[in-house]
């Protein structure tokens, strides 16, 4: 086994796989990438046995086929270190790989190729293509609010749902729910799965052409996506997800509209002064202005006023402002509308502006 390949090439493809590679696991094959050449191109692996990723590379010269582990975090380490027009030449050599270059020479261990895992899909299939851009604001509209380690392991995921010819997202921690929806025109059977938490955050990475069209292969236990440049594929999670419709607020009495801009710049100032474990934020809404306060253990306090149209009773809710602020950081500027029903209940956030039908639920706290 022989080739050559560019230095920029090789870390583009080695970078697309480096986030599944286990730096420090009880199986050493885990932090190697699997290398498959054929004359004109070369296919790199990685997996954690939860997600595993493949990035292809053309190569400029016709190379001798075969297969090799190296260890991937050197031979990234490498990549980096070379100069930009650097030429590598890899070569296998015996159980060792020889990397050169015109003036640098390395040679890295091995593993077998047959102890490398690989996932298999099988069970009851369905297959779908779906443009890249549609997918990725899938992901960004709603990854942030998925749960951190719950017991309830369905939380620690994001729910895709295909119903009605209609592309749904949804996450929850159980504090805060995103929602997203969109129309799609390919009809696709009624299908939900849980991708993991650590599956979404790799695809997200991948999905840097808004203009392609990547192909979803759906089977019981695994999601595979793939376009020209990339295969990867996740474990799903077991279980069933939440009826989300339970926590939609079914009547707001109260509606107030404020430019997103303006409202995250109030809810930032006033962030800095909050309890750095609980991080409340008072919301006391009054004819004609909000005002947003909060306070610390230091007896410290931040106050900002916001004008709006409201003309009701007064109202006066908490909520934690890191909540808030990640559902204004993932929708469009212009305007915003939040609802209410009162001071014990939460609080539906959505966008005018919004290319999507995004709603954001956010549970109210004391403070």
């Known amino acids: 086994m022989k080739f050559n390949i560019e230095r920029n090439k090789l870390l583009l493809g080695l970078q697309k796989v480096a986030g599944v590679v286990e730096r420090k696991s009880t199986q050493p094959i885990l932090s190697h990438v699997f290398l498959h050449i054929t004359s004109h191109q070369l296919k790199i692996t990685g997996s954690d046995l939860e997600v595993e990723i493949s990035s292809v590379v053309t190569l400029t010269e016709p190379a001798e086929s075969g297969e090799i ?6 031979l990234l380490d490498i990549c980096k270190a070379l100069p930009h027009d650097a030429v590598l030449t890899i070569k296998l050599d015996g159980e060792k790989v020889l990397l050169t270059t015109k003036k640098s020479r390395f040679t890295l261990s091995t593993l077998p190729v047959d102890s490398f895992p690989r996932f298999t899909l099988s ?22 609010s998925v749960a ?23 996450t929850t921690d159980g504090h805060r729910l995103s929602l997203f929806k969109s129309d799609i025109e390919e009809d696709i059977q009624d299908y939900e799965i849980i991708i ?13 052409n808004d203009e392609i069209e990547v192909e979803i292969h759906v089977t019981d236990k695994h999601l595979s996506v793939s376009s020209k440049g990339f295969t990867f594929i996740s474990k799903l999670i077991e279980g069933k997800f939440p009826d989300y419709n339970d926590v939609l607020p079914k009547e707001s009495k109260i509606k107030i509209q ?7 710049n109030a809810l930032n100032r006033v962030s800095i002064l909050t309890n ?13 202005a909000l005002y947003l306060m909060s306070k610390n253990p230091e007896h410290e306090e931040a106050e900002e006023e916001l004008p709006v149209e409201y003309t009701g009773d007064h109202l006066d809710i908490g909520f934690n402002v890191s909540y808030l602020l990640d559902i204004l950081n993932h929708i469009p500027a212009g305007k915003v509308e939040l609802s209410f029903t009162d001071s014990m209940s939460s609080v539906l956030v959505n966008s005018h502006n919004d290319t999507y039908d995004c709603l954001y639920v956010v549970m109210p706290m004391r403070i």
């Open 148 to 170: 951190q380690q719950d017991v309830r392991f369905y939380l620690n995921g994001l729910l895709m749902q295909i119903k009605d010819k209609k592309l749904f997202s949804v």
């Open 258 to 264: 404020l430019d997103r801009d303006d409202l995250k």
């Open 196 to 208: 993991p938490k650590k599956g979404i955050n790799e695809l997200q990475r991948l999905l840097d």
């Open 276 to 288: 750095e474990k609980y991080k409340g934020v008072s919301f006391q809404l009054k004819i004609g």
């Open 69 to 74: 582990t190296v260890p991937a975090r050197k």
């Open 123 to 144: 069970g009851k299939e369905l297959e779908f293509n779906l443009n890249s851009g549609l997918l990725k604001d899938m992901i960004s509209r709603t990854f942030f």
